[in-house]
């Protein structure tokens, strides 16, 4: 991975899938790694269905924590 891009969000599918449609709609373009899907294609098993990593550009990162924050709040209350 290119080092000018940085780990936003570690977790479920589902909530993965909410915080790349609030940044898609400010502009932002997440890059989207399913280590299931990975694993799966290499022929090896995942002990951790549904679980991905977004990672977004450092240029977009100041604008990226704060949606990360709202929705992982959110989802915990």
Do not use: N
Not at 26 to 33: E, L
Not at 51 to 62: A, M, R
Request: no cysteine; aromatic share 8%.
């Amino acid at each position: 991975m290119d080092s000018s891009y940085s780990k936003i969000y570690t977790g479920s599918f589902i909530i993965a899938q909410l915080i790349v449609d609030k940044l898609t709609a400010i502009g932002i373009t997440p890059i989207v790694k399913d280590e299931t899907e990975s694993g799966r294609l290499a022929g090896f098993g995942s002990s951790v269905p549904g679980y991905q990593e977004l990672f977004v550009s450092e240029d977009e990162l100041e604008a990226a924590i704060p949606i990360v924050e709202s929705v992982t709040t959110e989802l915990q209350e």
